[in-house]
């Protein structure tokens, strides 16, 4: 074209849309701040960028790329996790229930032995001292069912953690032992990063916010192929609705770093503390108002349509990244 752009669609050409962003990844200029101030008028962006007006707009994957890597930069350093605690008292007392339900010695042990085995986020000196309660309770309860009775010590993979006892118990009967082992091996694996998440809760946050870009990669061409699903009636390419998907996801990615500044400064201020809470909660209540006027203005149908197919995919697309972040984050605390 006379006005500069290239001749090339890259919304129907997936070759074309890859060379866009690898030639231009690394050269953000003026257009970066156009495309970001027209991000906060819902679809925008979108209708215009397939409407073919590209040259004012960063191309969405380069735009979803970028925003990925800066947004979950700046989590690393404002996003921090608790010190994880759970209350003794809360689990003494549920352990003390368990064992009035028993009705008999060899029932009591099995109960002590698997509520020890759910101890092992405790910390050192605080986990043996519960121990001790735990067994004395349960001893109590052993001589009122049976006098005289002595429940036997806990196994070691239920006081030590990271010790698991390889027993046929912990899979299938039919897996092959080669299985088994791994299994023992990732269990205990996964409680020693239990423990070291107890006396360092950072590591959490780490392994939680390493696993949600590639969450948000993977599921995206999903969301896409739902937009297509939704509204095959339009006709429109794959890539259309790949586009309105990156751009949605590039505003949501927006927000987040929006929020973790406003964290951080209300962290930093306690005077602001306030104030950048209601911001943040507005912020949240926004996300599902901006993306179904996104939806409608891109899609143009009416608002019944548009509201019905919109929790529709909603629900669907929740699920899928909510799955997603459930497995990916376990993956991460295996391997954290």
Request: proline share 5%; aromatic share 10%; hydrophobic share 50%.
């Amino acid at each position: 074209h006379v006005c500069g752009q290239s001749t090339v669609n890259p919304v129907r050409h997936v070759g074309h849309a890859l060379e866009e962003v690898l030639e231009s990844f690394w050269h953000l200029d003026g257009r970066i701040w156009r495309t970001l101030r027209d991000l906060i008028s819902p679809g925008r962006v979108a209708v215009n960028y397939l409407a073919g007006h590209r040259a004012r707009y960063v191309a969405p994957l380069r735009l979803f790329l970028v925003l990925t890597v800066v947004t979950f930069f700046v989590a690393k350093f404002t996003v921090h996790f608790g010190t994880v605690h759970v209350e003794e008292a809360g689990t003494l007392s549920t352990a003390k229930a368990a064992f009035e339900r028993a009705k008999s010695v060899a029932s009591l042990q099995r109960v002590r032995d698997e509520r020890i085995g759910n101890i092992y986020i405790f910390p050192g000196a605080e986990r043996d001292a519960l121990i001790g309660k735990i067994n004395a309770s349960a001893q109590k309860r052993a001589e009122e069912l049976q006098p005289g009775a002595q429940l036997r010590p806990p196994p070691a993979s239920a006081v030590t953690p990271g010790a698991v006892e390889q027993n046929e118990g912990d899979m299938p009967t039919m897996a092959p032992d080669f299985a088994k082992d791994w299994a023992n091996r990732q269990t205990a694996h996964v409680r020693e990063n239990l423990m070291r998440v107890q006396k360092d809760p950072e590591l959490l946050s780490h392994a939680f916010l390493s696993a949600v870009p590639t969450v948000l990669f993977v599921l995206m061409p999903i969301f896409a192929f739902l937009l297509q699903v939704a509204y095959m009636r339009q006709k429109r390419l794959y890539l259309e609705h790949l586009v309105v998907a990156l751009y949605s996801h590039a505003w949501l990615l927006l927000v987040l770093l929006a929020m973790c500044l406003l964290t951080a400064l209300g962290a930093q201020n306690s005077w602001l503390e306030t104030p950048t809470g209601w911001l943040n909660a507005a912020l949240w209540l926004w996300v599902p108002i901006y993306l179904w006027l996104m939806q409608k203005r891109v899609y143009r149908q009416n608002g019944f349509i548009t509201t019905l197919k919109f929790l529709q995919m909603g629900v669907v697309y929740g699920l899928l990244v909510g799955c997603g972040l459930l497995l990916a984050f376990a993956i991460g605390v295996i391997k954290m």
